[in-house]
């Protein structure tokens, strides 16, 4: 039975607003199906960094609806023999160079399929070395949302490539941690979930990043007074720090892999 076709297709890239590189995807991708639905999910990933891209993939395709296609574009390997791959899970499809962009998000997933995106006919010709977001990416995405199978663009890969994911401890009576994104209102997202909170006991829990003075988590930001931290259990699923009204990336120096305990 044919799939039911969604025209839905979404971006995280790190290519930012300043050029032209977002706005060409798109005419790509509506250049071969003019009915799609683009939806930006991020494209102010910082350059090159996979686990970024990993997080916001992750945080994001969850909430929409079955079939949606996405398509994650960051690649400090492009041109080189890294691989292109499209994933088919129970609910999406996924689209991505083969370096562990996609495997926070298909670590969520039924993963049903994996291909090597290497059938030519439906790549843009020529294909540039420097932006298969162009000429592999969004062609392939498109014809996906036009019906194309998976099984068409080329051969089935056993497993694809998976960042690291750094599970949190429980300890002595706390939960240790780390910061694996940062927004851009400073807040730092931790790799800490609420269940694990749970297994330390019902009580206040506070929270220590480093040698700095520990600080309460609590529901909401203004929790605290104005420029003070705050840890909150975030619209992403995961403990994140905070500064009310400002920025604890730059207050508390945080940055991806700072060490967190909740105590």
Same mark, same amino acid.
């Given at each position: 039975?044919?799939? &039911?076709?969604?025209?839905?297709?979404?971006?995280?890239?790190?290519?930012?607003?300043?050029?032209?590189?977002?706005?060409?995807? &798109?005419?790509? @991708?509506?250049?071969?199906?003019?009915?799609?639905?683009?939806?930006?999910?991020?494209?102010?990933?910082?350059?090159?960094?996979?686990?970024?891209?990993?997080?916001?993939?992750?945080?994001?395709?969850?909430?929409?609806?079955?079939?949606?296609?996405?398509?994650?574009?960051?690649?400090?390997?492009?041109?080189?023999?890294?691989?292109?791959?499209?994933?088919?899970?129970?609910?999406?499809?996924?689209?991505?160079?083969?370096?562990?962009?996609?495997?926070?998000?298909?670590?969520?997933?039924?993963?049903?399929?994996?291909?090597? @995106?290497?059938?030519?006919?439906?790549?843009?010709?020529?294909?540039?070395?420097?932006?298969?977001?162009?000429?592999?990416?969004?062609?392939?995405?498109?014809?996906?949302?036009?019906?194309?199978?998976?099984?068409?663009?080329?051969?089935?890969?056993?497993?694809?490539?998976?960042?690291?994911?750094?599970?949190?401890?429980?300890?002595?009576?706390?939960?240790?941690?780390?910061?694996?994104?940062?927004?851009?209102?400073?807040?730092? @997202?931790?790799?800490?979930?609420?269940?694990?909170?749970?297994?330390?006991?019902?009580?206040?829990?506070?929270?220590?990043?480093?040698?700095?003075?520990?600080?309460?988590?609590?529901?909401?930001?203004?929790?605290?007074?104005?420029?003070?931290?705050?840890?909150?259990?975030?619209?992403?699923?995961?403990?994140?720090?905070?500064?009310?009204?400002?920025?604890?990336?730059?207050?508390?120096?945080?940055?991806?892999?700072?060490?967190?305990?909740?105590?």
């Amino acid at each position: 039975m044919p799939r &039911k076709l969604n025209p839905i297709i979404t971006l995280t890239t790190d290519f930012g607003a300043a050029d032209w590189f977002v706005g060409v995807l &798109k005419g790509v @991708l509506l250049g071969l199906n003019s009915s799609l639905r683009i939806i930006d999910l991020t494209h102010e990933i910082p350059a090159g960094d996979v686990k970024a891209g990993a997080f916001a993939v992750m945080a994001g395709c969850q909430f929409f609806p079955k079939g949606t296609i996405h398509v994650a574009v960051v690649d400090p390997g492009v041109g080189s023999q890294r691989r292109a791959i499209a994933v088919e899970t129970k609910h999406y499809f996924f689209l991505g160079p083969d370096n562990g962009v996609l495997s926070w998000a298909l670590k969520r997933e039924r993963v049903k399929r994996v291909v090597v @995106l290497d059938n030519e006919a439906y790549f843009r010709r020529p294909v540039s070395y420097t932006f298969h977001g162009r000429d592999i990416f969004a062609p392939v995405a498109a014809h996906l949302s036009r019906g194309v199978s998976i099984t068409k663009l080329g051969p089935e890969l056993a497993d694809f490539q998976r960042l690291n994911w750094p599970d949190p401890i429980l300890s002595a009576g706390a939960v240790l941690g780390e910061v694996l994104y940062v927004d851009r209102f400073g807040n730092a @997202l931790t790799n800490i979930e609420p269940d694990l909170l749970k297994m330390l006991g019902s009580r206040r829990f506070r929270v220590r990043v480093g040698r700095r003075p520990a600080f309460p988590v609590a529901d909401y930001y203004q929790a605290v007074r104005r420029g003070q931290p705050i840890a909150v259990l975030g619209s992403s699923g995961f403990l994140e720090i905070a500064v009310n009204g400002g920025s604890a990336a730059r207050r508390l120096g945080l940055e991806i892999g700072v060490k967190v305990k909740v105590f």
